[in-house]
């Protein structure tokens, strides 16, 4: 069973900064990559950034630049430093992450951009 906790969501001011963590426990042996993704209202979850456990890192184009992708390898947890944040960046952000071919997500922590 693993499970993966997010937190670090909540409201911030367009050009601000919120950091998000997630941490997986449970029958964890080889975590092959980790992940964000988010789903604004009314529209299909998206990548957001993903990292393998050899370092390599992918960012949608829309967060390229502004939002920075981590993790550390030893306690099972990723995090996404996401700056100079955008009223188009509001939505539901979840972990996922890949264990031994099966996907497991995270129950998602709402980012909400606004003045």
């Known amino acids: 069973q693993v499970q993966l906790v997010e937190s670090g969501g909540g409201l911030a001011q367009p050009g601000g900064s919120l950091r998000l963590s997630c941490a997986a426990s449970?029958?964890?042996?080889?975590?092959?990559?980790m992940g964000w993704y988010r789903q604004a209202p009314g529209k299909q979850r998206e990548l957001v950034a993903i990292?393998?456990?050899?370092?390599?890192?992918n960012y949608a184009d829309s967060v390229k630049g502004r939002f920075t992708i981590s993790r550390d390898s030893a306690k099972n947890t990723a995090t996404l430093q996401m700056n100079s944040l955008k009223p188009e960046d509001t939505a539901v952000y979840y972990c996922?992450?890949?264990?031994?071919?099966?996907?497991?997500w995270g129950q998602g922590t709402q980012v909400t951009v606004s003045s």
């Open positions: 449970g029958s964890i042996f080889d975590i092959n990559a």
């Open positions: 990292i393998t456990n050899s370092g390599l890192r």
């Open positions: 996922k992450i890949v264990h031994f071919g099966s996907d497991y």
